[in-house]
């Protein structure tokens, strides 16, 4: 999934079953982490490995993130990491 409001405009995301990445700087840095699924629209992912600079979470950091609608291709979603919350879009690629 292509992040919509990245200021990096390669910005994307693979999501599995289990694990989630999301790539930057066409590919040259990531962030992988480990889902665990708390309904269909609703997961946690705890960071694992980080290689992008001044990134502020840590490995072993859990962010939260449901996904609130999928309309036209976008899903819209708000993700809660250690007591923030944003609001952000995915464009739906394959």
Known sequence: MKYLDSEDKT?????????????????KYYIKS???WLNECEYNMTMTKITLPNFPNQPGEVMNVKFEKIENG??????????????????IIN
């Open 11 to 27: 910005a994307y995301a693979v999501i599995t079953n289990k694990d989630h990445v999301e790539y930057y700087s066409d590919g």
């Open 34 to 36: 480990k889902l665990k």
């Open 74 to 91: 976008i899903v819209y979603y708000s993700a809660t990491v250690k007591g923030q919350t944003w609001k952000g879009r995915f464009e």
